[in-house]
């Protein structure tokens, strides 16, 4: 009975989660021009217009080259300070890693502001780069602590071993270490990437309008009214989400890149 009991009521919070989801999907289908839910008809001539309409194109477009950039640009930040704290375990170290998650702890306002006084105090606001920089920086979090727990999960008995046959630092870092982080560093930057892809507030104080990334595109579009294709971009942000933690649930261990703990730590 307490199991049945437990399964329902997750089964309602699940329910619950969904049902904004499940309205939005409504919504994106809909046959005429506007957000009613049951949708009136069935129609998928918004998802085209997200391709064929070029405001929204080229705001697609935008979002995909920040969102890799940025991600890219996390990991390169990140990973040298994953593995300076792998390497060397003093106490004063962490400091190092409480900076890497400083942006991600403050609120993402405080984060925004910070980012637009310094662009603007260096002249640089509104110039295109400055929101992969600034979205690097924000989310490098998430590869750090991705990779953080890949190089936790090394077995030191291979470094060591290596070490006794005459490897030097730089073979053991081709030749075990990197093999063995490989697939952190997919997952931090597969994370760095979906939520710079939805990202606007950093975005927006940085740039404004001069790049205008889906969710500003969308910020716009509001002032002339509400259409189903809003609804087609968020439909389309969930699916590009499952699809790369799909992907990565398939060939690695998402639950230990999120921090779980796995029998085979025993």
Same mark, same amino acid.
């Given at each position: 009975m307490s199991r049945l009991l437990t399964r329902l009521t997750f089964g309602c919070f699940g329910l619950f989660l969904a049902a904004p989801l499940a309205v939005v999907a409504g919504v994106s289908v809909n046959e005429k021009k506007s957000l009613t839910f049951p949708p009136e008809g069935f129609s998928l001539d918004w998802f085209g /217009? #997200?391709?064929?309409?070029?405001?929204?194109?080229?705001?697609l477009l935008a979002s995909l080259g920040v969102a890799a950039a940025a991600s890219a640009l996390a990991v390169l930040v990140a990973l040298p300070i994953a593995w300076f704290l792998?390497?060397?375990?003093?106490?004063?170290?962490? #400091?190092?890693?409480?900076?890497?998650?400083?942006? +991600?702890?403050?609120?993402?306002? #405080?984060?925004?502001?910070? +980012?637009?006084a310094f662009w603007s105090e260096l002249g640089l606001y509104g110039q295109p780069w400055t929101v992969v920089i600034s979205h690097g920086i924000f %989310?490098?979090? !998430?590869? !750090?602590?991705?990779?953080?727990?890949? %190089?936790?999960? #090394?077995?030191? *008995?291979?470094? /060591?071993a290596a070490q006794t046959m005459g490897a030097d630092d730089r073979t053991i870092l081709k030749t075990i270490v990197f093999p063995l982080i490989r697939p952190y560093i997919v997952s931090g930057? *597969? +994370?760095? %990437?979906?939520?710079? !892809?939805? /990202? =606007?507030?950093? *975005? =927006?104080?940085?740039?404004? +309008?001069?790049? /205008?990334?889906?969710?500003?595109k969308i910020f716009n579009a509001l002032r002339y009214g509400y259409t189903p294709t809003m609804a087609a971009v968020t439909v389309l942000f969930v699916l590009v989400a499952a699809l790369v933690f799909g992907l990565i649930a398939r060939f690695g261990d998402l639950p230990r890149l999120l921090g779980a703990w796995s029998p085979k730590d025993e």
């Open positions: /217009e #997200i391709f064929m309409d070029g405001g929204w194109f080229s705001a792998w390497r060397w375990h003093a106490p004063w170290a962490r #400091i190092v890693q409480v900076l890497g998650l400083a942006p +991600f702890i403050l609120p993402p306002v #405080i984060t925004a502001l910070g +980012f637009l %989310f490098v979090t !998430l590869p !750090l602590v991705t990779l953080t727990l890949g %190089f936790d999960a #090394i077995d030191q *008995a291979l470094v /060591e930057l *597969a +994370f760095a %990437f979906v939520l710079s !892809l939805n /990202e =606007y507030i950093v *975005a =927006y104080m940085v740039v404004g +309008f001069t790049v /205008e990334t889906l969710p500003i």
